[in-house]
């Protein structure tokens, strides 16, 4: 069983960048499939991006396509998602999950077997 703690939110204003972490224990990042997700005010929760096991393989949301990038160390047990130009409509809190052991790819959360507590990420215009 993993466990996973995202940190790196915070307060920017629109066309800043934040970076989130999202740090895995108790297993070895590089067996799951991974995954950002959010979830607005008022919002269902959405996939953001998501990193295959070796990180060979990402994908994005259309909203957010060119603007974030996930990557992951499996070396440090971590992955990442650097957020630029950010957008009012980018608030929300953010989640990191995992999928598997070697889970196969998923935009689905409902698919997804572990979760992490959320960082809040406010964007001001």
């Known amino acids: 069983q993993v466990q996973l703690v995202e940190s790196g939110g915070g307060l920017v204003q629109a066309g800043g960048s934040l970076r989130l972490s999202c740090a895995a224990s108790g297993q070895a990042l590089s067996l799951y499939f991974m995954g950002w997700f959010r979830q607005g005010p008022g919002k269902e929760r959405e996939f953001v991006a998501s990193s295959s096991r070796s990180a060979g393989r990402t994908s994005y949301a259309d909203s957010v396509k060119g603007r974030f990038t996930v990557s992951r160390d499996n070396a440090k047990n971590t992955m990442y998602l650097q957020m630029n130009s950010l957008k009012p409509e980018d608030t929300a809190v953010y989640y990191c999950?995992?999928?598997?052991?070697?889970?196969?790819?998923?935009?689905?959360?409902?698919?997804?077997?572990?979760w992490g507590q959320g960082t809040q990420v406010t964007v001001s215009s």
């Open positions: 999950a995992a999928r598997g052991p070697f889970g196969p790819s998923s935009y689905d959360g409902n698919e997804y077997d572990y």
